[in-house]
């Protein structure tokens, strides 16, 4: 460090304490507990300062003086020079276009672009499943054929027709997975699909009739009716009896017997019928 900057932090540091000195002493003149809680505790220096500026306002500039001081020494330290020099170049720092070019983002696909996405996925998936139960019928009559054949002298026969069946029992739940699967996927796909009546039901095409359920959770007939509304492609409000109070208030209004109570337009209809919603629509 260079004689200079010491000195600046040296003589810095002295007025900085003569100045708390300055403070105390004033504080005891003024009342001896204003004195001790100057001395000993850390906020009270600043409340003292605040209520009794003509007296510390003299230690206080004293102190700030000495502050300036340290600042200075610091500001003309070549480490601390070097080191803003340093941060500066950091941040102008660019990065060359080629090779570290920023990708722009992708916009989300929309709701469309995910349904057809999970449909193709699904039908995918039929296709195969379809496909693997074919072999797996034929599997097993060959099976069916080779156990007929088999003599149980023959050690050779039975080890393979053994490996055969464990095989066939492998796949056998490799297909039962895939059922699994390709019912959760149906599942995803239903429910992008609901999604998606729910957005357009906020902007209902012009002419269309207003469509509003009133259900619950596990109304099995409430299911059946978000699945035709979805199916078909009609928007529509659901509210929930149970977890909605003010849905709950609407529905008793209505004379709500029981979920489903669906309006169409002006007119109304309770639990689920597909013929007559293809009527009221």
Known sequence: METRTLAFIVLGGLAASVGGIMTIVAAFRTSLPWGFAVLLLPLANLIFT????????????????GVALIAIGLATSPGIRMAASKLHDLKSFQLPAAGFALQPSQPAPSLDEQIQKQRGKVELLDAKFAHDGQLLV??????????????????TAVAAFNQAVAEYQTHNTARQTAKNEIGALRLELETLQDQRSRQRATAPAPGAKKVVMYSTANCPACKMAKSYFTKKGVPYEEHDVNTEPAARAEFQKLGGRGVPLILIGTERMEGFNAQRLDQLL
Do not use: P
């Open 50 to 65: 605040i209520l009794h500026w003509a007296e510390a306002k003299k230690g206080l500039f004293v102190s700030l003086g």
């Open 138 to 155: 034929q599997e097993f009559n060959a099976l069916t054929e080779q156990r007929r054949l088999l003599k149980s002298s023959d050690a």
